[in-house]
């Protein structure tokens, strides 16, 4: 059974950090693209980041640029997102996103609230 699950999100004020966790089960994870995506109140998803299958090559939305960085490590089956300096506008839920050809796979997310 596919799994996967976020954590580490909460509140934090406004330049602090989190570390959000991805824990996959039911796949083999080394062959799959990874991404963060997030959902703010009213807004559409977005992709925040992602990490390639293959050799690693990382991408980051404008807004997150220098602040975010994703990790994958195969062998324990985890994905990361380390968010330092944080804003108010990246309050949202943060979902974790596996996909390889046709197989697209979604955790249920964590939410993230930027706020003094």
């Known amino acids: 059974q596919v799994q996967l699950a976020e954590s580490g999100g909460g509140l934090v004020q406004p330049g602090g950090s989190l570390r959000l966790s991805c824990t996959t089960s039911?796949?083999?994870?080394?062959?799959?693209?990874i991404g963060w995506f997030r959902q703010a109140p009213g807004k559409g998803r977005e992709a925040v980041s992602c990490?390639?299958?293959?050799?690693?090559?990382?991408y980051y939305t404008d807004s997150v640029q220098g602040r975010f960085t994703i990790a994958r490590d195969n062998v324990k089956q985890m994905v990361y997102l380390q968010m330092n300096n944080l804003k108010p506008e990246d309050t949202a839920v943060y979902y974790c996103?596996?996909?390889?050809?046709?197989?697209?796979?979604w955790g249920q997310g964590t939410q993230v609230t930027v706020s003094s």
């Open positions: 996103n596996a996909a390889y050809g046709p197989y697209d796979y």
């Open positions: 039911g796949f083999n994870l080394r062959y799959y693209v």
């Open positions: 990490i390639n299958n293959d050799d690693g090559g990382t």
